[in-house]
C-alpha cells in the first residue's frame, strides 16, 4: 500500500508531499507524515516543535521570514483548510541556486504538504478565507533570532500571481528588508 507521494520541486531540499487517501462512507483517512518513508526519501527529522496557523482572509501575505543560524529550521507544512500559495527562496550561503525562488500551491482539496529544509525564507499567500495550516519544526522558533526579506523585491520578482487587491500584510512584513540589503547584511545563512 503507498502511503504517499514524495516530488521533489524545483530548488534542491524541497519536496512537495502528496498522501494516498483510503476512504470509505464514512470519510478518509490520510497520512501525512510516515518515518519509513520519509527515511527511504533521505528526508527525515526530529520535529522539535508543531504550530497551527490560522489566516482570516483571502488575500493575506506573511513573510519572507528567515531564522539565522543556529536556529534555522526544516519545516514541513501541511494544509488542513483552504488554499494557500507557499513561497520559498533559497538563502543558502554557496548554494548553485541562491536567490531563486519556488512555490506549491496547498489545499485541502489536494490534502498536500510540503517539506523544506533548512537555508530557506519562506512566505505565503492566502487564496481562501480561513486557511488552516500545521507546521512542523525540527529547531525550537526563539524570537527576535531571524529577520525577512521583503515580500514583493523586484530582484527576486516572485510571481504572487493576480491579487486583485493590495494583500492583508503586517506592517513589519511589509517593512523586511530588500534582498540586496539582506545579502549585503548578511550574505546568506
Not at 109 to 124: D, I
Request: charged share 30%; hydrophobic share 35%.
Amino acid at each position: 500500500m503507498r502511503k504517499m507521494k514524495i516530488q521533489e520541486m524545483k530548488l534542491s531540499g524541497a519536496f512537495e508531499i502528496t498522501p494516498t487517501l483510503h476512504e470509505d462512507s464514512r470519510g478518509f483517512l490520510a497520512r501525512t507524515y510516515d518515518q519509513d518513508t520519509f527515511n527511504n526519501a533521505k528526508i527525515d527529522r526530529r520535529w522539535v516543535q508543531e504550530s497551527w496557523s490560522h489566516t482570516e482572509n483571502k488575500f493575506t501575505v506573511r513573510g519572507l521570514h528567515v531564522q539565522f543560524s543556529p536556529y534555522t529550521e526544516t519545516k514541513l507544512v501541511s494544509i488542513i483548510n483552504g488554499k494557500m500559495m507557499w513561497v520559498i527562496v533559497d538563502v543558502r550561503k554557496g548554494s548553485d541556486t541562491f536567490g531563486e525562488w519556488d512555490s506549491v500551491l496547498l489545499s485541502s482539496e489536494e490534502r498536500n504538504s510540503l517539506f523544506v529544509e533548512r537555508g530557506f525564507a519562506h512566505g505565503c499567500l492566502s487564496l481562501t478565507d480561513n486557511c488552516d495550516l500545521l507546521l512542523k519544526s525540527d529547531c525550537e522558533f526563539i524570537e527576535g533570532k531571524g529577520t525577512g526579506i521583503l515580500w514583493n523585491d523586484p530582484i527576486i520578482d516572485i510571481d504572487w500571481g493576480e491579487m486583485h487587491k493590495k494583500p492583508i500584510i503586517s506592517e513589519r512584513d511589509d517593512a523586511y528588508p530588500s534582498f540586496n540589503d539582506f545579502i549585503m547584511n548578511y550574505g546568506g545563512i
